[in-house]
């Protein structure tokens, strides 16, 4: 390594460096914001204001994590699993649905802070773990198929089928910086040859930003037990997302005190997910594609994150900058989202093989059957959906739920069969 994670890099490799990180930060938020933007607001304006803040909350998130959280050089972006939550509890207001995020980062921060997520980790054998990796690609999938299939279903399919079998070829042929930023170049690649190939599809339109002050804050917060049940097992796959994430690059780097950078980079991650429930954007988390990067910028040094963390925050200010980034087509957006849930279905397979996690029948289903309870919920009809009383309706109606659900029970049954 030229600089390990303590090291100051001088102003030129700060900037370079910062650049970098800058670079790679900005995919993720632009791909799960706009998403979940178009979600809530028709209008371009108010999708605008709502990616404003995004990036706001992910530039602070880096910077915090930086200075007083687990200090170590990892990637922020919003958190996809929450992404689940939000498209499951679509039938009950933005407010209920930021002010269960707001509450499920106080709920993150007690269990760092307290001590208590040693504890916890007990819960999280491989096999749960394996399945809740897998369970994030299962059912985010409906949300893939509207973004390739919004129009031209069949050039659309084509399109996003070329796309990221480049992406699968760039990633086995390409090397060190230029396989890390991967998602980069296929977002600009993809653009560009939608534009030529469909342009009078082209939504590359700068509009303003629906800006008030009053629009900045959730409030009067409105409380939804079920919706806060919901997202309190989103939040679980959360805490798993950011423990994975933290020990790789501690793991990697070989740093000290691991256990004491989880808790606080856990804890920090509570934070930031209470914030931005209270602006009303989707929570951050820590990222684990970051190993990659250092190992191929020769850079772990956690100072070069600050300016990249600056660089976001001055991005909230920029909305023409933001507005642009907006018009990216929907199916690249969801051809980028099936490469990321494939890499991540892959990841979840090969900790199956690496652990052993399964080795006869009865283990199998432990991990397949909260997988298809997963499937056939997220596939349901939407009267089917429907008919479930609105009260318990974010849980029985959201297939990652349920299927964390399935896994913990049925591994629990595993546990008393063994004895």
């Known amino acids: 390594m030229k600089y390990n994670v303590d090291d100051k890099p001088g102003a030129i490799p700060m ?51 930086m200075i007083w959280g687990h200090r170590l050089p990892l990637v922020v972006g919003p958190a996809s699993v929450l992404l689940i939550g939000v498209t499951a ?21 007690i269990l760092a802070f307290s001590g208590f997520l040693a504890k916890m980790q007990s819960i999280f054998s491989a096999r749960v773990v394996v399945v809740i990796l897998m369970l994030i690609a299962y059912t985010l999938s409906p949300v893939i198929l509207n973004l390739i299939f919004s129009t031209h279903p069949l050039f659309h399919l084509s399109f996003a089928l070329i796309l990221v079998l480049a992406m699968l070829v760039g990633n086995h042929l390409l090397k060190g910086i230029w396989k890390s930023t991967i998602i980069i170049w296929a977002l600009i690649l993809g653009c560009l040859v939608y534009t030529v190939a469909a342009p009078s599809s082209s939504t590359f339109i700068i509009h303003k930003s629906h800006f008030s002050l009053s629009q900045l804050f959730i409030f009067p917060p409105e409380f939804d037990i079920a ?23 501690g793991q990697l780097l070989k740093v000290d005190k691991i256990e004491k950078r989880i808790n ?15 602006i009303g954007v989707i929570g951050p988390v820590d990222f684990s594609m970051s190993p990659g990067i250092i190992a191929a910028s020769g850079c772990a040094s956690r100072y070069p994150l600050i300016p990249a963390g600056i660089g976001l925050l001055l991005c909230a200010f920029f909305p023409p900058f933001i507005s642009f980034l907006s018009g990216i087509p929907n199916v690249v957006l969801g051809s980028i989202l099936l490469y990321l849930m494939a890499s991540q279905l892959a990841a979840g397979m090969q900790m199956l093989v690496n652990e052993k996690a399964i080795y006869d029948f009865s283990t199998g289903l432990v991990v397949g059957l909260p997988l298809m309870v997963a499937i056939i919920i997220s596939f349901a009809p939407a009267d089917a959906i429907n008919q479930i009383p609105a009260l318990i309706r974010p849980i029985l109606g959201n297939g990652f739920v349920m299927g964390i659900i399935t896994v913990i029970l049925m591994e629990r049954l595993q546990a008393q069969f063994n004895r």
């Open 89 to 109: 509890c679509m039938a009950s207001s933005a407010a209920a649905i930021y002010t269960a995020i707001a509450i499920g980062g106080i709920f993150v921060s």
């Open 264 to 278: 606080r980079g856990v804890g920090m991650a509570g934070i930031s997910n209470t914030l931005a429930g209270t």
């Open 227 to 249: 919706v806060i049940l919901s997202f309190l097992f989103c939040f679980i796959a959360l805490i798993i997302n950011e423990l994975g994430s933290i020990q790789a690059v």
């Open 15 to 65: 900037i370079v460096y910062g650049l970098q990180w800058w670079a790679v930060s900005v995919p993720s938020i632009i791909i799960i914001g706009i998403i979940v933007a178009k979600l809530h607001f028709t209008a371009p304006g108010d999708q605008i204001f709502y990616m404003q803040k995004l990036f706001g909350i992910v530039g602070l998130t880096l910077i915090i994590q």
